[in-house]
């Protein structure tokens, strides 16, 4: 099931189920619920899956299904109109670093060391606290280069969501929006280089967990469009991450309270050239099949 989060004039938020290039507004049949945030809440409590709580509630129900078109909500965000949000409102974005190989070796040859390799050989992996709601961007919205870098790169990522219990409730488009001349600079830079207004990307939709059959092999594209040409393209699959989410999590947790609807951003297999930093007005296209395509244009502070 892909679940979104839409904006409607009048009404702050709502859930939607994207059936085809159909959106089911979730929120006519489950009043209570105004955000996939509350739909994990009342799967929680019931025990059940976020699957079966919207299986249940779209049996019991005989009214008229109402909603939109996919194509109608996939706007740029205007109070004026729908369009679509952040697939939830995640207290907390964490992100994995140096996961693939390629990640790894690039980030030390630019910089001349051999840190990232020490870190994508070791137990441990590299984790770093990324962003709150407040700092996440949705379909459509604009992602940010901060006013003192000349250097800023998409990364783009699957990341997943985790449950109360620590559980993977679905997965989601990152993207973990980076200052690398910053975090080149100095390493302990890197908070600089990962936190700022608009530094992530998410959506556009929320799969829950039963419908992805393999998340270890998710193919992942990222194209750059600026004045409407493509100046870069590139993919992933997720075959190609050195570690299990099971291996991150065993990280994330220990002596870590983690909020339910923390975002787990896994780490980039796609790699920027070092002379396509982002700029104002470029448009970065994420796009995985069992996703959907997530868009954002750039916005320079
Ligand atoms: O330390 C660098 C950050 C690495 C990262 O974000 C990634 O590999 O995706
Ligand atoms: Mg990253």
Redesign the pocket.
Known sequence: MKLVQFYEPGQESGVGIVQDDHVIDLTEIMPEVETVNDLMHVAGVARISLAELVERALNGYDGQLAGFTYESLDVTPDVGFPHLMVPLFSPEVW??????KR?AEF?DDDAQQTI?DQVYNSDRP?S?FKATASRCSGPNAPICVRGDSKFTAT?P?LAYVLGDEGEIVGYTLCN?V?AWDI?KEN?LY?NQS?IYQGCCALGPTLVTADEIDDPYDIDIQCRILRDDAVVFEGEANTSQLARSFDELNEYLYRDNLIPSGTVV?T??GIILPNDLGLQEGDLVVISSPEIGVLSNPVQQL
């Open positions: 992100g994995f670093g140096v996961t693939y990640s980030r990232y590299e770093f990364e990522e973990d980076s975090e390493p890197l990962k951003s780490g980039t």
